[in-house]
């Protein structure tokens, strides 16, 4: 089979693998039919997210399942099913203490990092970490359950009112995922602050947001004004806390390497939370029924699809130049999809 394997910064080859098989009664093998493009991707292909060399790459997906071991009574070949990458193995002390998603065998169970992810044609996990795709939902969108979760994670622990006065750094899918999920949490208004014209532009084109939400594409806020400031940038916490309000919260998703000075008085003096969040906790279920009920309009953010052989391309088109090896924001497309 095919597949999208990372050599080392930016080399990735499309390569020949072998087709898994089952070898345990808890496993199944799914057939992927749609896998997104995540920005930790794009930071492995560049380098600056650490990956085990000669693996595949991706992990967010959707599929159909075409075998299954003997122990596997929850789900049946030809069911269509979403995955959760994100193993955990329920027995370490992060695991017995609530934070799976900090699981002490994660350094080596990481689907597309650590061993072998989805962008490919058939994918093996457990019974464990597979939810069913209703038959109405496009396989695209049952891929996005991955990041969405990560997201629900994070808002979870903000604990947020409807009455944030909001501000979202980033207006890719990330950010695009935090507004819809912000308003399923009954926030109803605030900005989100993009510095790409091309993005910002589709975003307006495609009529992604609702009245009372915003697109700006300079952070230059007035002192103390936000309740909530969610940076998927992982760049801008000197500026947010100065923009946040006192007794105000600072969501940090973005996984960039930078160094920013802040003062820890006026995180004090000022009752600042400063909260970082990464991958699902008790939380995909909750983006699979919301996915499945298909309230969020998820088909607007999902702007371009692309065959695996297409790989290079539908990089290029977020920003990531492999053969020139840069990043840049020259992008052509909100959330773009591998499809089967």
């Not at 689907?111 to 464990?128: E, L, M, P």
């Not at 400063?274 to 909750?286: A, L, N, R, Y």
Request: glycine share 8%.
């Amino acid at each position: 089979m095919q597949a999208i394997v990372y050599n080392g910064p930016w080399n990735i080859q499309l390569e020949e693998r072998e087709e898994p098989a089952i070898t345990l009664p808890d496993e199944v093998i799914v057939e992927i039919r749609a896998t997104g493009i995540c920005g930790t991707d794009l930071s492995i292909i560049s380098g600056e997210y650490n990956a085990k060399q000669k693996v595949i790459i991706g992990h967010e997906s959707a599929g159909v399942i075409v075998d299954k071991g003997r122990g596997v009574e929850n789900f049946n070949v030809g069911d269509r099913v979403i995955i959760d990458p994100t193993y955990y193995c329920g027995y370490c002390e992060n695991c017995r203490k609530g934070l799976r998603n900090h699981c002490f065998q994660k350094s080596s169970t990481e689907a597309g990092v650590s061993i072998d992810g989805t962008f490919t044609k058939y994918f093996k996990t457990t019974k464990r970490f597979i939810y069913p795709l209703a038959d109405n939902v496009p396989f695209e969108q049952g891929a996005m359950s991955e990041p969405l979760s990560c997201v629900l994670t994070a808002v979870k622990k903000l604990a947020v009112t409807p009455f944030y006065n909001v501000a979202i750094l980033g207006g890719g899918p990330i950010g695009l995922l935090f507004y819809l999920a912000l308003k399923q949490y009954g926030i109803q208004a605030g900005t989100i602050y993009e510095t790409s014209a091309n993005r910002t532009n589709l975003i307006s084109s495609n009529d992604i947001l609702s009245s009372g939400w915003y697109l700006s594409g300079h952070f230059a806020p007035r002192k103390h004004q936000y309740d909530l400031i969610v940076d998927t940038t992982g760049s801008m916490l000197e500026k947010s806390i100065d923009a946040v309000a006192d007794g105000g919260k600072i969501a940090l998703i973005g996984l960039r390497n930078n160094q920013q000075t802040i003062n820890p008085r006026e995180i004090t003096d000022r009752s600042i939370s400063i909260v970082g969040s990464i991958d699902s906790q008790d939380t995909f279920k909750h983006a699979v029924d919301l996915i499945n009920s298909q309230v969020l309009g998820l088909e607007k953010i999902i702007t371009k699809a692309y065959g695996i052989d297409e790989f290079q391309d539908a990089v290029l088109d977020l920003g990531c130049n492999v053969n020139k090896r840069q990043r840049n924001n020259d992008i052509s497309s909100l959330k773009s999809v591998i499809k089967f």
